[in-house]
């Protein structure tokens, strides 16, 4: 079992892993029409992840970490970092990294797609596919009052 973490705002956590925000307005890893829950392997690599999109003016005074239980035989597929571009990590991101998490979506062969994360490559971001039929074994737990600490914003 792997917990996995995501941080939103409150009212988005009434349904954290619905993939939402990416059908909306696409990601890294998604175009805008895919539904695709991003989450991170570690609380700490969620917050990175959250904070790099903050308006250090205007910080969110709303936010909630979800987590949620993958189990073990909840399918899943990996990319390493040598299937990818050589700029991957460059912001915005290359208009190629949609085509992964696109294809994974329309190939349903696996509920999770753990990708590097751009910020801290030796750690991984979990790509949930909400429509998946092993989503419903995906432990999602109430979400939590989350604040950053205020050192973060110095």
């Not at 890893?29 to 695709?36: D, N, Q």
């Not at 751009?118 to 989350?146: C, D, G, Q, T």
């Amino acid at each position: 079992m792997t917990r996995v973490y995501r941080i939103l705002r409150k009212p988005y956590s009434k349904q954290p892993f619905d993939g939402e925000g990416p059908y909306r307005f696409g990601g890294r890893w998604s175009s805008p029409g895919v539904r695709l829950a991003y989450a991170a392997e570690h609380l700490s690599l969620a917050m990175l992840e959250y904070f790099v999109h903050i308006d250090p003016d205007h910080p969110p005074n709303d936010l909630a970490v979800v987590e949620a239980d993958v189990p073990d035989n909840v399918p899943r597929i990996s990319i390493d970092p040598k299937q990818l571009p050589a700029n991957w990590r460059q912001v915005p991101a290359p208009a190629a990294l949609t085509g992964f998490g696109d294809e994974f979506i329309r190939g349903e062969r696996a509920a999770v797609l753990t990708v590097p994360s751009a910020l801290a490559p030796a750690e991984s971001n979990w790509l949930i596919n909400p429509r998946h039929p092993a989503f419903v074994k995906i432990r999602v737990h109430p979400a939590k009052a989350f604040q950053y600490d205020s050192r973060f914003f110095q």
